[in-house]
Structures are given as C-alpha cells and as structure tokens.
C-alpha cells in the first residue's frame, strides 16, 4: 500500500479532508484513492462527533485535477471502462449523501472527476483567484464525464451552461463559476480554510443551504423546465455538434445522450446511461488518439530538446525583437502577456507605432473577453518599448529577428545587432524558408544562432518550430525550448532542412490538392473532402488564406530543394500569375466582400485554371488518399532524414501547427491505425498513377516488410 492521499483532522464537530496525492505534483483519482474514500467516508459517518466535513487540496494550486488517465490504458474493454465508471459514481453519490454534508473548498484546478467531486458536494466555496478553474474536459479526450458530471451538472447550473460546458470542454474562471451557480460563493484564497469550516457548521447546524439552483437565468428556467422545451434543446446541441464536429467526435453525441436520458428517465437511469457510454466511449479509436496526444503533449513539456544531461537553460528576463511587422507584433504581445519586457526595433518611428498599436489590439482583445483585467492590460503593454536604434539591447539575452525574408536583411541586421548585444545572446530567426545554417553564416557567434518559427497568429497558434543546426550550442537550444515553452507553446525542436517539418510536409498536401484543381476537379469537392476527413479548413481555402504568394515562393523553394516530386501545381502559378493573392487581395478561389468575409467559391476563377471550365469528378475517398498520404509519406520521409526527432514530434507538429486531423492522433498515429503494409500498398498503386509523386520512402517499405509500428501497440504510447 502506497502512502495516503487522504488525511483527516476533526475540530469541533467539523472533519477535515485534505487530499494530497504522495509524489504527485497533482491531485488524481485512481482507483486506490476512490477506495481510500470511501474508507474515509465509513470513518466519517461512524464518528458521531463529526457534524459536517470540508474537502480541501494540499496541494499549492490544485483542487483535484481530473481521473489518473494512465489507469485508463488499462481498460480491456468497454465493459472494464464502465465499471470503473459506476465505481466512480457510487463514490460521489456516497459523498452526495453523506450524513455530514460536505463542503468543498477549491483553489486551483477543479477538473473532470475534480469538479464532479464537487458537484456531488453539498455546498462549493472557492477561491477568487486566476489559478482557479472549473471544467469537465473529458470530451477532448473522446470521452464523457463518467463520475455522475453529466447527470449533476444540469441541475446545479442549468440545461443549456452544461451542455456548453460538456461539449466545449472550456475552462470556467472563478467569477463566471459564481454567475452560473456552479459555485456557491468566492473568497480570497487565504481565508477559504477558515470559511469552508464555517459554512460547513452552518450547513451542519441547519442554517445554510446550497443556493446554487437558484443561479439559472430566466430563459434557462422558461425553456428547460418542461419537457418540449428541453427536447427543442437537445435537438438543437445534436444538430450544432453534428454540424461543427462532421460526426468525428462521438464522445460530443454521448455526452448529450447521457444529459437526456438523466431528464427522461429515473436517476439511477441517467448514471446507468452515463456509465454505459462512458465504457462505451473509453473503447473507441477516436478516445484512443486523443488519449495518445495527452500523453505527446505532456511529455513533449518535460523534453528539454537536448536530451539526457542537456545544459540548464539560461533564464531570459528580456527579450529582443528586430521588426515590428505582424509576426514581430505577435511575438511581442504573447511575451508581453507572460509578463517578460520587450525591446521592440524597426527601421523608423511609422513601423514601431503600427507594431505597437498591433500589440495593443492582441491584448485589448483579451481585456474584452475578459481573460485579463484592466490593470493587468496596462502592466503589460507597459512592457513593450520600441525603438528605431539599438539602444536598450545592451543587456538582451535573447533576439527574434522578424524582418523581411530576405537573407541579405537578415545578415545585415545581424551585424549590427552583434556590435550591442552581451557575447552570451542567442540569435533567433522566425525566418519561414532560409536554412537557419545560411542566416547563422552572418554571425560571428553561428553557436548562438538557431531558428524560432511561429506560426501566425502567433498569439492562437499553439505550436513552434525551434530549428538547430549542426553548430547551434546544445545551451542555445535548452534555453530556446525553454523561453518557447514560457510564452505558452508547444516546443518541437527539428533539423534544419528546407521547410523545417511543418511547412515540408504541408507542401506535398497542398501541391495534391494543386494537381486535382489542373486535373479539372471542382475546388469546394477538394475542401469538403479533406473537410469531412477532419482538416479544421479545406486546403485550398487554406491557400487563399495564407496567401498564394506566400505560398508561391514557399512551393519554389520547397521544388527547388527536392525536385520533382515537391513541384507546386500549375493552377496555384496561373491564379497567382493573374494577381490573385487570396483573401488579403479579396480575390482568389474563393469570394470576399467588402469587409473581407468568405463567401462561395468563386467561378471565374475556373478560367484561369488549365481545365478551364471543364469539371471532372473524383471520388471523395481519392482525394483524401491522395492528399493525406502525401503529407504522411512526406512526414515519414523527415523522420527517416532526421529533420523531426521523433514519431511524437511529427505528430504533434502536424496535429498543433497545420490541424491533423487530432482524432486520428497524427501522421505516424494514423500509419499505425492503417498499418504499414497498407499504408505501403496504396502509396504504391498511387505512384503508378501519379508519376513518383508517391514514391513509398524507405522506412515505410521497410517497415511494412518487418510488420512495425511507430508507437508500442499497448501501454503508455509514449
Ligand atoms: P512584415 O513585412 O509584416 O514585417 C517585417 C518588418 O521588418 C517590417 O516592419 C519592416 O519594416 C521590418 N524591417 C525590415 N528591415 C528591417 C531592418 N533592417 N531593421 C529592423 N526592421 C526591419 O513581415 P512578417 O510577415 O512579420 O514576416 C517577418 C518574418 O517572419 C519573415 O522572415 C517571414 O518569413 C517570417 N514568418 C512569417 C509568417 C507569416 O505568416 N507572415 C509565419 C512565420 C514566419
């Protein structure tokens, strides 16, 4: 037996239980916690002393942050998972029910089985502060909430937040936790203690009940409290998460099964429904990828991107941006947001106040949606400087440069950046196409120099590119994995090759997509197609987002680099030829009014294309062969040349920077789901098609002859 999680102290008619999992930075439930509950609760409601009971964390900034999803691994089948479910259950219900009613007092996370730990409380108090949030996140694991969350969230906020918050699996701040009910009142963080001891006596004595019922809006109370009205509800979640999910989630059409059947049925029904599909969920293909990219991206925090006995990362309490245009911008309000002071320098006083005014617009943002306050608004624009010189570079130990793409630009502010900056400053150039080793030429520290490639955004695109080259210090990259990490990102280190990972293995995709647009087939049936296999956009309308220019010039480089194969298609070259840049122009495949939204495609545009007006159909499965596995045999061609590090790196790079499909966990996921050999087998018989375009790589062929994979088949994936 493993140390307690659980300790209890009674004071005065009150027990109090603090949960804090031995060797864990977080609080977890594992079956061996959900048993030592349970023990506890018997210990509880033996002692005739205790009147009531608050649950509390010991941990700094965590209530309880969800189930121990390595316990999920272990699931045989659907049948284990719904077990594990209804055991869950009874334990909340037992502390539902409890002779002592139990307060929880939260600070921090309160998550998935967390929260519904609390649910199952008679009373929630929690802290007013920005560590703390509530959510049930289960459905962006592919599964629903198991512990009794879909059958108690309704009645506590309502029909319409929990679907909300079921389905979107979002965070919900302290505040709005109070506005909805879903907490019954907020205290500053350093009396929750003393204050969950007192209501816990009130409840105990009688004089203070749960309110949260109360908290529904008018409109909420009108249309969920008969049963027409909560059908029209039900319709209408189906139909909005049929729409936006493309029927790829069904952990989203389970969660709101769960919630219907706790309204029709008796309650024992609704938890039986909810355990039922929990188990149900647990078994699917898409549970498993989404478990998979937990797992990546939790272990992708704790790769220093060096390895074993890497150096320390230096600490970087400044940083240093060259060009103020829209990636410099961006950069700067995500470093501001985290609190690190800008230097910010362009050629004149015009570009620095537009990047400035840039940064501005990314925070007043937030500030609008309410996820900073105003002070915290003003504190961190206060961070930016700007500058037309180098002054205040004295002491950087970091430098983005985000000028033009030219490598002659670059190597000119590189020398002049050189004459200011403390020898130690690492180099960083967010450069999307020169070699990081060409840039690194320029220096005359090239050990400094390494590559950070955000995508735009910058300040929603979750993933970045950290290039190394051959002469990077292994210091330079600790402490660029690092600083990335800081400013939120998720950090893949890869070689440096033309393209990088993201952009060579999105060049094959789009240039597939090109090749069907010559072949004369209609562009809305190419975007459906990769629509309905789970891309977020269409890759054409992805073209016009990018713009076709930038797209042009990358396309170049990418053939130039590896010959026929990457060759972009003739339709981007004549659409671009005729001044068509996409939706900065207002014109590409696609409408645009006035103000810049999207509309249906646009038919002129057929004349531009070599078949001219002439459409020819191709079956929907084709194309997403097509462009899928030409983005995956291209991914499996970095990993074999060593321009990604690992499967995990290429999936989470796919997935994070172009939006793989997530539920199919990855380029190398989804080769594992196919199968080598078959993989093998269609690449093959599309090369004899398409002319060598589909050429199998070698590591493929290989390990479809010997039957491997990329990931173990059982266990922890990675
Ligand atoms: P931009 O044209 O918006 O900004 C470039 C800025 O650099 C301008 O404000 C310009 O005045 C300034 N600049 C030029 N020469 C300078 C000098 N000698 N000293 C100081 N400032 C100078 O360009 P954008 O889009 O921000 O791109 C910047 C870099 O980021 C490029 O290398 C680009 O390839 C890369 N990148 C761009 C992405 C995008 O989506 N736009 C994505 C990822 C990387």
């Given amino acids: 037996m493993t140390a307690a999680a659980l300790s209890l102290d009674v004071q005065d008619g009150i027990a109090i239980i603090t949960i804090d999992l031995p060797n864990e930075s977080v609080n977890k439930f594992s079956a061996a916690v959900i048993a030592e509950f349970d023990a506890m609760m018997t210990t509880i409601e033996g002692n005739s002393a205790v009147k009531a009971a608050v649950l509390i964390s010991g941990k700094p900034d965590v209530f309880i942050a969800g189930a121990d999803i390595d316990a999920f691994l272990e699931f045989k089948s659907a049948k284990d998972a719904e077990a594990a479910s209804s055991s869950g259950q009874r334990m909340m219900s037992r502390l539902e029910r409890s002779r002592a009613p139990v307060v929880a007092a939260i600070h921090g996370a309160c998550l998935g089985a967390g929260l519904e730990t609390a649910l199952a409380c008679a009373y929630r108090i929690a802290s007013d502060h920005p560590k703390t949030v509530l959510a049930l996140p289960e459905t962006q694991l592919g599964l629903i909430p198991g512990a009794g969350g879909t059958q108690r969230l309704p ?6 937040v929990a679907l909300d918050m079921i389905l979107t699996a979002k965070n919900v701040r302290a505040k709005k936790a109070l506005q909805s009910g879903l907490v019954d009142e907020l205290v500053h963080p350093s009396i929750l203690r003393s204050v969950a001891i007192q209501r816990a006596k009130a409840l105990a004595a009688g004089t203070l009940r749960g309110h949260s019922e109360k908290a529904r809006g008018v409109m909420g109370t009108l249309f969920e409290g008969n049963p027409v009205g909560r059908a029209i509800v039900f319709r209408q979640a189906r139909a909005l998460t049929l729409k936006k999910s493309r029927g790829a989630y069904p952990a989203l059409l389970a969660a709101i099964d769960a919630m219907q059947a706790g309204y029709e049925g008796t309650a024992e029904q609704g938890f039986a429904t909810e355990a039922r599909l929990f188990g149900e969920m647990a078994a699917t ?93 003003d504190d961190q624009l206060s961070l930016v400087s ?26 000119q502010v590189l ?100 090749r069907m647009l010559d072949e004369g087939v209609a562009i809305e049936a190419i975007d459906r197609a990769m629509l309905d296999f789970g891309f977020p956009v269409g890759p054409i309308t992805l073209l016009d987002e990018v713009g076709l220019d930038i797209a042009g010039k990358s396309g170049a480089i990418m053939a130039k680099a590896f010959g026929d194969r990457l060759q972009p298609s003739a339709s981007l070259g004549q659409v671009l030829a005729s001044g068509r840049l996409g939706r900065k122009s207002k014109k590409g495949f696609y409408r645009y009014d006035a103000s810049g939204k999207k509309g249906g495609v646009d038919e002129s545009v057929y004349s531009l294309l070599p078949t001219g007006t002439r459409r020819t159909e191709l079956a929907k499965e084709e194309i997403q062969r097509r462009c899928s596995l030409a983005m995956v045999n291209e991914a499996a061609r970095c990993l074999e040349e ?77």
Avoid at 685 to 703: I, K, S, T, W, Y
């Fill in 642 to 718: 060593h321009t990604v590090r690992s499967p995990r790196d290429g999936d989470i790079g796919a997935v994070f920077g172009i939006g793989f499909p997530p539920f199919r966990g990855g380029p190398f996921r989804h080769v594992d789901a196919v199968g080598a050999a078959e993989i093998v087998r269609q690449l093959a018989a599309l090369n004899a098609e398409h002319h060598g375009r589909f050429d199998p790589c070698a590591l493929l062929v290989q390990m479809a002859r010997e039957g491997q994979r990329f990931y173990p088949a059982t266990g922890k994936p990675v």
């Fill in 415 to 514: 020398a002049e950046i050189a004459k200011v900056l403390p020898p130690s400053a690492i180099f960083a150039s967010n450069t999307s196409t020169i070699p990081i080793a060409q840039v690194a030429d320029g220096s005359p520290r090239p050990d400094r120099v390494i590559g950070m490639h955000f995508f735009s955004p910058v300040q929603k695109m979750p993933l970045l590119e950290v290039i190394a080259t051959r002469r990077t210090a292994p210091e330079v990259i600790a402490t660029t994995v690092a600083f990335g990490r800081k400013l939120g990102k998720t950090v893949i280190v890869v070689n440096d090759a033309p393209g990088f990972y993201v952009n060579r293995i999105l060049a094959p995709y789009i240039n597939e997509a090109g």
């Fill in 155 to 160: 009645k506590v906020v309502g029909l319409q």
């Fill in 285 to 377: 293909a898409v549970s498993r990828e989404l478990i998979f990219l937990f797992f990546a991206t939790t272990s992708l925090k704790k790769d220093t991107g060096v390895g074993e006995g890497s150096p320390a990362p230096l600490p970087v309490t400044q940083l240093g941006i060259l060009g103020t245009g829209f990636m410099g911008a961006g950069i700067a309000a995500v470093a501001a947001m985290q609190g690190i002071p800008v230097r910010f320098k362009d050629m004149q006083h015009e570009q620095v106040g537009r990047g400035l005014a840039a940064v501005r617009a990314v925070l007043q943002e937030r500030l609008t949606k309410k996820q900073i306050t105003r002070q915290q608004f």
């Fill in 386 to 411: 700007g500058t037309i010189e180098y002054t205040g570079f004295g002491n950087v130990p970091l430098v983005i440069e985000a000028v033009f793409e030219d490598l002659a630009v670059k190597h």
